[in-house]
């Protein structure tokens, strides 16, 4: 008995130890925090937290610990980091980087897609993990939430890295009075989940977004299934629990799966590791300048040549940085187009706000959708 008690003094003291420890990452996370505020970063950096998990799975392997059991514990410290942070950076983030209502209260984000779908991560991730989120199940009624009040923000896809814009998005932003207040680049792993008693030599269809079903297209191929086009990602994993599809699976993220306590078959098989989608953060406003900009416009010339050189050359001369250029068909007459320009610096910068004055003498129209900070 005295060597069992012995052993357990010895146990007490370590625990004694850990805690201290986790005392002092708590107080760093919340000095990283306060950075973060007046850097205007987001709370959440999904790749410094793959880092992280990568370097202690390595560690643990060493030394012998499961992998997992590592893992599932860090997963609760980062999250309890991750609280802190947003603790420090929740009322200064939303009014001073926003330029929004100051909220008493945690910020309310609706999004397209069901819970554990990427838009919900890419909300969680500019907002942090106390954000209040409302699930939508179309990107109109996003628009129409936050244009009614009844969400302070919306967070939509504009575009992703392997297959282009999000052209719905962009036909709403033309005639919604929203502003952009903030963008987010959300690094997208795709999985192949299904029930937890499918095997993956049973799936006859799969089912997914479109956009993300075009990602995986060589995993697929491989695959020899049907594909199905539905409404969202996370929406198609609860859709096959729900319905007990044995002989089904989806493409959604990992979330996806732990929400609705579905089965991982396969990881990351998206066709490229560069797979990333950009997110527009919509207010009723847009933000201050944050000394790290980027503006985001509409606007239309003639159809004669040369107008579209001219308009551009109104940033070339002041020498600002042209981010992103789209056209979009013009859908009051056929074969004339609406361009999408993205440049750096805010729009109350004064080579950005003369070099959109000379835009307008020289366009049909021009709309500013908002100036916001640039995503890290």
């Known amino acids: 008995m005295r060597e069992l008690s012995s052993l357990r003094s010895r146990i007490d003291k370590i625990d004694g130890e850990i805690l201290n420890l986790l005392r002092k990452r708590v107080e760093l996370a919340g000095k990283t925090g306060v950075l973060k505020r007046e850097k205007r970063l987001p709370i959440v950096d999904e790749v410094r ?47 001073a980087s926003l330029g929004v209502h100051k909220f008493d209260k945690i910020a309310r984000v609706a999004f397209q897609g069901e819970v554990g779908a990427y838009s919900e991560q ?15 199940k179309s990107l109109r009624a996003v628009f129409e939430i936050v244009e009614k009040a009844e969400s302070a923000f919306g967070v939509v896809p504009v575009e992703n890295s392997l297959e282009g814009s999000v052209n719905e998005t962009y036909d709403l932003l033309l005639d919604s009075s929203l502003k952009v207040s903030g963008e987010i ?65 989806a493409v959604a993220s990992e979330k996806a799966a732990e929400v609705y306590g579905m089965k991982v078959l396969r990881r990351a098989i998206e066709d490229s590791p560069n797979n990333y989608t950009r997110f527009y ?44 250029i789209e056209s979009r068909p013009n859908r009051q007459n056929p074969w004339e187009y609406n361009f999408y320009l993205d440049f750096e610096g805010h729009r109350k910068d004064v080579a950005c706000k003369e070099a959109l004055e000379g835009l307008k003498r020289k366009s049909i129209f021009v709309k500013i959708l908002g100036s916001y900070s640039r995503a890290s």
């Open 49 to 95: 937290e793959e880092d992280v998990y990568a370097r202690l799975s390595k560690k643990a392997k060493v030394l012998g610990i499961p992998v997992s059991d590592v893992k599932s514990i860090y997963r609760e410290i980062m999250r309890m980091c991750t609280a802190v942070q947003a603790k420090e950076t929740k009322e200064k983030k939303t009014t």
């Open 281 to 324: 953060v919509l207010s009723k406003d847009d933000a201050p300048p944050s000394g790290r900009d980027k503006t985001s416009i509409i606007f239309s010339v003639k159809h004669l040549p040369g107008t579209l050189f001219n308009a551009l050359q109104e940033f070339a001369v002041r020498s600002i940085n042209l981010t992103k």
């Open 122 to 136: 890419a909300a969680l991730l500019f907002f942090g993990p106390t954000a209040s989120v409302r699930p939508c």
């Open 185 to 249: 680049n959300l690094r997208v792993v795709h999985c192949l989940i299904a029930s937890p008693e499918t095997q993956l030599g049973n799936i006859k269809v799969v089912y997914s977004h479109p956009q993300a079903l075009a990602q995986c297209r060589r995993f697929l191929e491989r695959l020899n299934c049907e594909v199905v086009s539905t409404y969202d990602t996370a929406g198609s994993v609860k859709m096959i629990r729900e319905r007990r599809l044995v002989d089904s699976a």
